[in-house]
């Protein structure tokens, strides 16, 4: 979301340090402690706030945060007013893109749910050992495997992963694309190798650096 | 969450199921045929058994009988896992009797994940839930483990 869009959207007195307000802003950050945030797109009711972050004035965070909520924003830190804890987690601004377009570029096969591809990209993840992929995927990463068993769409499920691409041109079970179109998970399929299909992924500009994102 | 690379951790995840349906006494089985190259992993409890229609579940990944989740993953992990080598899993359960899973797996097969350390997981298990009998028995060729946690003093 554009920062000028926020300012609008939230009727805020704007104390900004930023120059460009046509930034895209991923989240936001309530919070008081410059140490409890290691790298943060936008700080709420910050003092001494490094240049590349905006302040709203006036409002208690919890407020600002419950308004961030309504309008879309549902990963952000979010700091106990009273007690100065951080209670949440943050997530460093990063290139996203769109499932629709990503199938677009890489030519990729859509099995199932096909409504899902307006959803954001925001990384890849490239791994064939379920549990890895349970323990180490992110929200929104692009699962690319060459597993083809149903459980792959619980896991996407449980780690709300924008999809799951199936390489080798290898065919999803029946059962697999079934649960997949219950459960509205996208599944495709690319004849491309799993090295060849992340190189291209990644090419395209998302990285899925892991510090991007850090985790609570 | 530890990384399932080899069937010690499914077999942990299993029992662990065991020992929530209650009952006294765990067995856990790993025998190895030679001759048709399968190794088939039994793990059999005396808990509250499951009836018809939660058993035809039970290899579903979204069903879970355990509160909060909404993914049971140990017993459709463990027929994946078996699958993947040409294998199969079957569960037999009656109420108020118990369980029996049997996972065949075709040992040969590039994708058969090795056995892993299973005295990490018996040492876990005998710790955890000390009012338990836990029985391992472990044959692979000429290797063989007996293990009873009744006869631990």
């Known amino acids: 979301m554009k920062l000028s869009e926020i300012i609008k959207t939230l009727e805020a007195d704007l104390i900004s340090t930023v120059d460009d307000f046509e930034t895209d802003i991923e989240s936001f950050c309530a919070s008081d402690l410059m140490s409890d945030v290691l790298a943060s797109v936008c700080f709420v009711g910050a003092k001494n706030a490094p240049p590349e972050t905006i302040t709203l004035a006036d409002e208690p965070p919890i407020h600002t945060v419950r308004r961030l909520h309504r309008i879309g924003f549902n990963r952000f830190p979010v700091i106990d007013p009273k007690t100065k804890n951080l209670i949440g987690t943050i997530k460093k601004g990063g290139k996203r893109m769109k499932l629709r377009q990503i199938v677009e570029k890489l030519g990729l096969e859509v099995k199932t749910a096909d409504e899902k591809l307006d959803t954001d990209v925001a990384g890849g993840y490239t791994s064939d050992l379920l549990s890895d992929v349970l323990a180490n995927s992110r929200e929104n990463d692009l699962w690319i495997t060459l597993q083809i068993h149903p459980n792959i769409v619980a896991i996407a499920c449980m780690k709300q992963l924008a999809g799951i691409v199936i390489i080798n041109n290898k065919d999803p079970q029946e059962e697999t694309l079934n649960l997949a179109r219950e459960k509205g998970v996208p599944i495709m399929v690319s004849s491309m190798t799993a090295y060849q299909l992340s190189g291209r992924l990644h090419a395209l500009g998302l990285s899925g650096n892991q510090n991007d994102a850090q985790e609570n | ?153």
């Open chain 2, 1 to 153: 969450m530890t990384l399932m690379e080899d069937l010690s951790l499914h077999i942990l995840d299993i029992v662990e199921n065991a020992v929530r349906a209650g009952g006294n006494n765990i067995k856990v089985n790993i025998t190895e045929d030679r001759n048709a190259d399968t190794m088939t992993v039994t793990i059999e409890d005396d808990g509250k058994g499951m009836d018809r229609q939660t058993l035809e579940k039970a290899t579903d990944p979204f069903f879970t009988t355990t509160e909060g989740r909404q993914v049971g993953l140990g017993l459709s992990l463990l027929a994946q896992a078996a699958q993947q080598t040409g294998g199969s899993l079957e569960i037999d359960s009656k109420l108020a009797k118990g369980t029996k899973v049997s996972a065949v797996f075709n040992a040969g097969h590039p994708d058969m994940k090795p056995i892993g350390n299973l005295l990490d997981t018996i040492s876990a298990l005998t710790a955890a839930n000390p009012r338990t009998r836990f029985v391992f028995d472990c044959k692979k060729g000429d290797y063989e483990y007996h293990f009873d946690s009744s006869k631990q003093d």
